[in-house]
C-alpha cells in the first residue's frame, strides 16, 4: 500500500511538471494551439446629442470588437427604455472593431434610457421650437416639375416623390433638420448643411397601403395626396366667368354639371361644354379651357388627376345682385335683379394724390311684381332673395306695396341711379289710352332711332359702353336726345321707359382705370376728372343750352338685363318760358330702350297699403366663396327690415331672404278700381376682388351707411356705432366666416404676450385701488 501510494505522488509529480513544461512553452510561442472562437465586447456608448427637440434625430454609437480569432456575427440589439427600438447584425473578423451607429426619432418630451449590448445613457426630448436655421424651405414639389397646388394622386404600394428647395439666406455656413411627417407620423428625417447662399432640394420617397386622403409635411411645407384604386383616376371638371350658376357638360356622352370630380378608369374620353349657356338672366359663350384650347369638345387621356377648367364670357344679360322671385301658385318665378345702384364701389375721380374718390350709390329698388300671376300661398304672397353670386348684401328694407288705382290708369314707380340719393316712393299714374310719342329720338352718333323706341316690342336701341373710349379725354358716351314736342300746356310732364343696362364683361373696366391711372401719372388728366361719369340728363332752355337737372330728380339707371318700365317726372324740369322741350339723356354705361312714352294727365288718386312681412334668413347652397366677416345668423329676421336703420341683414352666396306678405292685412277691392303690387327693397351689395370690386377686401367690414359719401368711405366718415347698432351687431351678426389664419409670426407672438401682461397689470391695479377703497 506505501508502494503504492509512492507510485501514484510521483504521477502527480511527473503530470505537474509536464503542464509545467506546455504552459511555459506555450508561452514562449514554442507550442501553437488551435484558433480562439469569436468573442465580442461592447464600450464606449455614446449619444449625441443628449438634448434634442422633437421629431430630431439623435445619433447613439458603440464601439464593437471582436476579442476572438475567429470571424463571426453580433447581432446588436437598440433598445429604449426597455424596448427594442433597432438592431444590426454585423460581421466581424477576429480582433477586428466597428462602430455600432443608430439614428432615432422620438416624437414626445421626456427622458429616455437607450441600451447596446450592457452599456447604458440617457438622452431628455424637449418640445419644438421655432427654428432658428437661415435655411428655408420653399417650393413642395412633385418630380418632373408638377406643383402641389392641387392633391397628387397614387395608387397603393405606388412610390411617391416629393421633394423641397432649401437655400441658406444667411451669411454663413448653417444646418437643418428636415421631417417627412405623413398623417401625422414620422415617415423621414434627413439633415442638411449649406454654405451661405448656397441652395440643394432635398428629396424623400414613400408610399401609401390605404386609399382616400393623406396629409404630409415637410418642416412648415405642408400638402396633401391622394390614393385612390388601382387602374382609376380623377376628373374635374370646372367653369369660371359669369357666375356660380352650374353649367351641364359631357364626358364620352353622360351629363354632368360644374363643379364635378369624377372617378374613371384610366383612358381616353371626349369632354363637351355647351356654348352658348344660358341663365335667367344671362347668356354666356364659351371662351377656352384653362391651358389654352378654345374648342368646348375636346379629347383627353386620363393617366393622372386632372382638372378642366372652362372660361365663359358673358355676351348678354347681367350675373350680379340678389335675384327676386314671387310664387305664382304652380312655382316661384324669377322676375330681375335687385338694386343695382346699391353696388358699393362707385368711382368718382381722382384726387391730386392720385387716390381715387368715391361717390354714389342708393340702395332703394322698386320692383312692379305681374298681378296677373302673383298668387297667395296658405294666406300670404311669397317672395324670395336669393344670393346666388359671390356677393355680400347688407339688407335694410323689405316690403310690398298694394295700390288700388283707376281701371283707366296705369301706375309705374321711378328708380334709382348712383348719384340720386332720394327714396323713390312715388308711385305716378299713367293713361293707358293717351301717351305721346316723341317728335323725334336721336342717339349720339345722329342717327334716328324713334323705331326702336316707338312700341315696346323687344327692339331696342343701340348702345355702347363708355368703357371700351380710347382714351380719357376722348369718351365715346352712350346718349339719346329727345324732342317732346310743345308741352307747354301740360300740368305734369312724365315719361314710360322701358329699357336695360348691359354692364359688360369686367375687363374692359380694369383696363379703363389702369389706362386712366396711367394717364394721370403722366399728369394728363385734370384734378377731378370723373373716371366713369355717372348718368345724367340734361334739358335745353330757350337759347338752346343744355342745363344738367338736379341729382334728386337725375334720370334713373335701368335694371340690368331685365327690361323694366318705370316712370320719370319731368314736372318743373324745364324753364319756363321754353316751347321746344328737349332732353338729353346721357351715359358712361351701355344703356339701350326698347320704349319711351310722354304722359301729360295729371295725378290720380290712388290707395297705396304697405304691407310688412315675415322675413327669414335661410341657407340654400353651401357656398365655396372665401368671404370673411360676421353674417346675420339664419332664422327670424322680421325686426331687422321693417324700417331703413342700417341694421341690416346681411347674406352671402347661398343664402336665402324669404318674405311672407299677409294677404289677410290688405283690404277688399273696391269697384272699377284694379290692383297692383310693388316690392320695395333697400340693399347694399359687395363684389369680391377681382370681380368689379376694387378698393376693399372681401368681408362684411366696413359696413355702409345711409348718410356716406360713397364707398369705400373717408376716414371722417363711420358707421353709426351707437348703444342701439352695438345691440343689433351683437344680438344678430353672430354667424362668423373665417378665412385660415396663417401661424403667428415670433413678433405677432411677442406682441399678444405683451398685450395679455398689460391686461393682468391693469386687472391687478384696479383691484388693489378697490380694496384700498374698503
Given at each position: 500500500?506505501?508502494?503504492?501510494?509512492?507510485?501514484?505522488?510521483?504521477?502527480?509529480?511527473?503530470?505537474?511538471?509536464?503542464?509545467?513544461?506546455?504552459?511555459?512553452?506555450?508561452?514562449?510561442?514554442?507550442?501553437?494551439?488551435?484558433?480562439?472562437?469569436?468573442?465580442?465586447?461592447?464600450?464606449?456608448?455614446?449619444?449625441?446629442?443628449?438634448?434634442?427637440?422633437?421629431?430630431?434625430?439623435?445619433?447613439?454609437?458603440?464601439?464593437?470588437?471582436?476579442?476572438?480569432?475567429?470571424?463571426?456575427?453580433?447581432?446588436?440589439?437598440?433598445?429604449?427604455?426597455?424596448?427594442?427600438?433597432?438592431?444590426?447584425?454585423?460581421?466581424?473578423?477576429?480582433?477586428?472593431?466597428?462602430?455600432?451607429?443608430?439614428?432615432?426619432?422620438?416624437?414626445?418630451?421626456?427622458?429616455?434610457?437607450?441600451?447596446?449590448?450592457?452599456?447604458?445613457?440617457?438622452?431628455?426630448?424637449?418640445?419644438?421650437?421655432?427654428?432658428?436655421?437661415?435655411?428655408?424651405?420653399?417650393?413642395?414639389?412633385?418630380?418632373?416639375?408638377?406643383?402641389?397646388?392641387?392633391?397628387?394622386?397614387?395608387?397603393?404600394?405606388?412610390?411617391?416623390?416629393?421633394?423641397?428647395?432649401?437655400?441658406?439666406?444667411?451669411?454663413?455656413?448653417?444646418?437643418?433638420?428636415?421631417?417627412?411627417?405623413?398623417?401625422?407620423?414620422?415617415?423621414?428625417?434627413?439633415?442638411?448643411?449649406?454654405?451661405?447662399?448656397?441652395?440643394?432640394?432635398?428629396?424623400?420617397?414613400?408610399?401609401?397601403?390605404?386609399?382616400?386622403?393623406?396629409?404630409?409635411?415637410?418642416?412648415?411645407?405642408?400638402?396633401?395626396?391622394?390614393?385612390?384604386?388601382?387602374?382609376?383616376?380623377?376628373?374635374?371638371?370646372?367653369?369660371?366667368?359669369?357666375?356660380?350658376?352650374?353649367?351641364?357638360?359631357?364626358?364620352?356622352?353622360?351629363?354632368?354639371?360644374?363643379?364635378?370630380?369624377?372617378?374613371?378608369?384610366?383612358?381616353?374620353?371626349?369632354?363637351?361644354?355647351?356654348?352658348?349657356?344660358?341663365?335667367?338672366?344671362?347668356?354666356?359663350?364659351?371662351?377656352?379651357?384653362?391651358?389654352?384650347?378654345?374648342?368646348?369638345?375636346?379629347?383627353?387621356?386620363?393617366?393622372?388627376?386632372?382638372?378642366?377648367?372652362?372660361?365663359?364670357?358673358?355676351?348678354?344679360?347681367?350675373?350680379?345682385?340678389?335675384?327676386?322671385?314671387?310664387?305664382?301658385?304652380?312655382?316661384?318665378?324669377?322676375?330681375?335683379?335687385?338694386?343695382?345702384?346699391?353696388?358699393?364701389?362707385?368711382?368718382?375721380?381722382?384726387?391730386?394724390?392720385?387716390?381715387?374718390?368715391?361717390?354714389?350709390?342708393?340702395?332703394?329698388?322698386?320692383?312692379?311684381?305681374?298681378?296677373?300671376?302673383?298668387?297667395?300661398?296658405?294666406?300670404?304672397?311669397?317672395?324670395?332673395?336669393?344670393?346666388?353670386?359671390?356677393?355680400?348684401?347688407?339688407?335694410?328694407?323689405?316690403?310690398?306695396?298694394?295700390?288700388?288705382?283707376?281701371?283707366?290708369?296705369?301706375?309705374?314707380?321711378?328708380?334709382?341711379?348712383?348719384?340720386?340719393?332720394?327714396?323713390?316712393?312715388?308711385?305716378?299714374?299713367?293713361?293707358?289710352?293717351?301717351?305721346?310719342?316723341?317728335v323725334s329720338a336721336v342717339n349720339e352718333k345722329g342717327e334716328d332711332v324713334l323705331p326702336q323706341i316707338a312700341k315696346i316690342d323687344g327692339i331696342f336701341t343701340y348702345g355702347n359702353n363708355g368703357l371700351e373710349s380710347p382714351a380719357w379725354d376722348n369718351i365715346t358716351l352712350n346718349q339719346l336726345t329727345l324732342d317732346l314736342g310743345d308741352l307747354s300746356d301740360a300740368q305734369q310732364i312724365k315719361l314710360v321707359i322701358n329699357g336695360m343696362v348691359d354692364w359688360g364683361p369686367a375687363q374692359p373696366y380694369y383696363d379703363w382705370i389702369d389706362g386712366f391711372k396711367a394717364a394721370y401719372a403722366?399728369?394728363?388728366?385734370?384734378?377731378?376728372?370723373?373716371?366713369?361719369?355717372?348718368?345724367?340728363?340734361?334739358?335745353?332752355?330757350?337759347?338752346?343750352?343744355?342745363?344738367?337737372?338736379?341729382?334728386?330728380?337725375?334720370?334713373?339707371?335701368?335694371?340690368?338685363?331685365?327690361?323694366?318700365?318705370?316712370?320719370?317726372?319731368?314736372?318743373?324740369?324745364?324753364?319756363?318760358?321754353?316751347?321746344?322741350?328737349?332732353?338729353?339723356?346721357?351715359?358712361?354705361?351701355?344703356?339701350?330702350?326698347?320704349?319711351?312714352?310722354?304722359?301729360?294727365?295729371?295725378?290720380?288718386?290712388?290707395?297705396?297699403?304697405?304691407?310688412?312681412?315675415?322675413?327669414?334668413?335661410?341657407?340654400?347652397?353651401?357656398?365655396?366663396?372665401?368671404?370673411?366677416?360676421?353674417?346675420?345668423?339664419?332664422g327670424d329676421i322680421t325686426q331687422l327690415l321693417s324700417t331703413e336703420d342700417d341694421m341690416f341683414v346681411i347674406g352671402m352666396q347661398g343664402d336665402q331672404v324669404a318674405l311672407q306678405f299677409p294677404t289677410t292685412s290688405i283690404a277688399p277691392l273696391q269697384d272699377g278700381m284694379e290692383r297692383d303690387f310693388f316690392l320695395f327693397v333697400a340693399c347694399w351689395f359687395k363684389d369680391p376682388p377681382g370681380n368689379w370690386g376694387y378698393q376693399f377686401d372681401f368681408t362684411v367690414n366696413p359696413m355702409p351707411f345711409r348718410n356716406m359719401t360713397g364707398f369705400p368711405y373717408p376716414d371722417t366718415e363711420?358707421?353709426?356705432?351707437?348703444?342701439?347698432?352695438?345691440?343689433?351687431?351683437?344680438?344678430?351678426?353672430?354667424?362668423?366666416?373665417?378665412?385660415?389664419?396663417?401661424?403667428?409670426?415670433?413678433?405677432?407672438?411677442?406682441?399678444?404676450?405683451?398685450?395679455?401682461?398689460?391686461?393682468?397689470?391693469?386687472?391687478?391695479?384696479?383691484?388693489?385701488?378697490?380694496?384700498?377703497?374698503?
Amino acid at each position: 500500500m506505501a508502494k503504492l501510494k509512492a507510485i501514484l505522488v510521483i504521477d502527480v509529480l511527473i503530470v505537474a511538471v509536464a503542464a509545467g513544461v506546455y504552459f511555459y512553452l506555450q508561452a514562449e510561442g514554442l507550442i501553437i494551439a488551435g484558433p480562439k472562437p469569436a468573442e465580442f465586447t461592447v464600450t464606449n456608448l455614446t449619444i449625441n446629442p443628449i438634448k434634442a427637440e422633437e421629431f430630431e434625430p439623435i445619433t447613439i454609437t458603440a464601439n464593437l470588437t471582436n476579442i476572438g480569432d475567429e470571424p463571426g456575427n453580433y447581432v446588436g440589439n437598440l433598445t429604449i427604455n426597455n424596448v427594442l427600438e433597432d438592431n444590426q447584425t454585423i460581421l466581424l473578423e477576429g480582433g477586428e472593431s466597428t462602430i455600432l451607429e443608430f439614428t432615432v426619432v422620438q416624437q414626445t418630451e421626456g427622458t429616455y434610457t437607450a441600451e447596446i449590448g450592457g452599456l447604458t445613457g440617457t438622452f431628455e426630448i424637449t418640445p419644438l421650437s421655432p427654428s432658428s436655421s437661415t435655411i428655408k424651405l420653399e417650393k413642395i414639389m412633385l418630380p418632373p416639375y408638377e406643383s402641389w397646388a392641387t392633391p397628387f394622386e397614387s395608387w397603393i404600394n405606388d412610390p411617391i416623390f416629393v421633394s423641397a428647395t432649401a437655400t441658406n439666406t444667411g451669411s454663413e455656413t448653417d444646418s437643418l433638420t428636415l421631417r417627412l411627417i405623413i398623417d401625422d407620423q414620422l415617415a423621414d428625417v434627413k439633415r442638411i448643411e449649406l454654405a451661405a447662399g448656397a441652395s440643394t432640394t432635398v428629396e424623400f420617397t414613400f408610399n401609401s397601403t390605404t386609399e382616400g386622403k393623406h396629409t404630409f409635411t415637410i418642416n412648415n411645407l405642408s400638402g396633401t395626396f391622394l390614393i385612390v384604386p388601382t387602374g382609376y383616376h380623377t376628373l374635374i371638371v370646372a367653369r369660371t366667368g359669369g357666375g356660380s350658376t352650374p353649367v351641364p357638360f359631357t364626358v364620352n356622352g353622360k351629363t354632368y354639371q360644374t363643379k364635378s370630380e369624377i372617378l374613371l378608369p384610366v383612358g381616353e374620353y371626349q369632354v363637351v361644354m355647351p356654348s352658348p349657356f344660358t341663365t335667367e338672366t344671362a347668356v354666356f359663350e364659351f371662351g377656352t379651357w384653362q391651358d389654352g384650347v378654345t374648342s368646348p369638345a375636346r379629347t383627353i387621356n386620363l393617366d393622372k388627376r386632372t382638372t378642366l377648367v372652362a372660361t365663359f364670357i358673358l355676351i348678354s344679360g347681367y350675373a350680379s345682385c340678389p335675384s327676386l322671385y314671387y310664387w305664382n301658385g304652380t312655382d316661384y318665378v324669377y322676375v330681375t335683379e335687385v338694386s343695382n345702384a346699391g353696388w358699393l364701389g362707385y368711382m368718382d375721380y381722382m384726387d391730386e394724390n392720385g387716390n381715387i374718390v368715391f361717390s354714389g350709390g342708393n340702395p332703394w329698388d322698386t320692383i312692379k311684381l305681374d298681378a296677373s300671376q302673383l298668387t297667395p300661398k296658405d294666406g300670404n304672397y311669397d317672395v324670395i332673395l336669393k344670393q346666388r353670386w359671390d356677393e355680400i348684401f347688407y339688407m335694410d328694407s323689405a316690403y310690398m306695396v298694394v295700390v288700388d288705382h283707376p281701371a283707366n290708369v296705369d301706375v309705374y314707380s321711378t328708380m334709382v341711379n348712383c348719384v340720386n340719393k332720394a327714396f323713390p316712393g312715388e308711385i305716378y299714374t299713367v293713361s293707358k289710352t293717351s301717351l305721346k310719342t316723341p317728335v323725334s329720338a336721336v342717339n349720339e352718333k345722329g342717327e334716328d332711332v324713334l323705331p326702336q323706341i316707338a312700341k315696346i316690342d323687344g327692339i331696342f336701341t343701340y348702345g355702347n359702353n363708355g368703357l371700351e373710349s380710347p382714351a380719357w379725354d376722348n369718351i365715346t358716351l352712350n346718349q339719346l336726345t329727345l324732342d317732346l314736342g310743345d308741352l307747354s300746356d301740360a300740368q305734369q310732364i312724365k315719361l314710360v321707359i322701358n329699357g336695360m343696362v348691359d354692364w359688360g364683361p369686367a375687363q374692359p373696366y380694369y383696363d379703363w382705370i389702369d389706362g386712366f391711372k396711367a394717364a394721370y401719372a403722366e399728369g394728363l388728366v385734370p384734378n377731378g376728372t370723373q373716371i366713369s361719369p355717372a348718368p345724367y340728363m340734361e334739358v335745353m332752355d330757350g337759347n338752346g343750352n343744355w342745363l344738367r337737372v338736379p341729382a334728386n330728380r337725375q334720370m334713373p339707371t335701368p335694371s340690368d338685363y331685365t327690361a323694366r318700365s318705370f316712370a320719370v317726372d319731368l314736372t318743373g324740369l324745364f324753364p319756363e318760358d321754353v316751347r321746344d322741350y328737349q332732353i338729353r339723356i346721357t351715359n358712361f354705361w351701355n344703356v339701350t330702350f326698347d320704349y319711351i312714352g310722354i304722359d301729360t294727365t295729371p295725378q290720380e288718386n290712388i290707395t297705396i297699403q304697405k304691407i310688412n312681412a315675415a322675413a327669414t334668413l335661410e341657407q340654400i347652397v353651401s357656398s365655396p366663396s372665401v368671404v370673411t366677416g360676421n353674417f346675420t345668423r339664419y332664422g327670424d329676421i322680421t325686426q331687422l327690415l321693417s324700417t331703413e336703420d342700417d341694421m341690416f341683414v346681411i347674406g352671402m352666396q347661398g343664402d336665402q331672404v324669404a318674405l311672407q306678405f299677409p294677404t289677410t292685412s290688405i283690404a277688399p277691392l273696391q269697384d272699377g278700381m284694379e290692383r297692383d303690387f310693388f316690392l320695395f327693397v333697400a340693399c347694399w351689395f359687395k363684389d369680391p376682388p377681382g370681380n368689379w370690386g376694387y378698393q376693399f377686401d372681401f368681408t362684411v367690414n366696413p359696413m355702409p351707411f345711409r348718410n356716406m359719401t360713397g364707398f369705400p368711405y373717408p376716414d371722417t366718415e363711420s358707421y353709426p356705432y351707437d348703444a342701439a347698432h352695438m345691440q343689433y351687431l351683437r344680438e344678430y351678426n353672430t354667424r362668423v366666416r373665417t378665412a385660415p389664419n396663417p401661424p403667428l409670426s415670433s413678433l405677432a407672438t411677442w406682441a399678444i404676450a405683451i398685450a395679455i401682461l398689460v391686461a393682468v397689470v391693469d386687472l391687478g391695479v384696479l383691484v388693489y385701488f378697490k380694496k384700498r377703497r374698503q
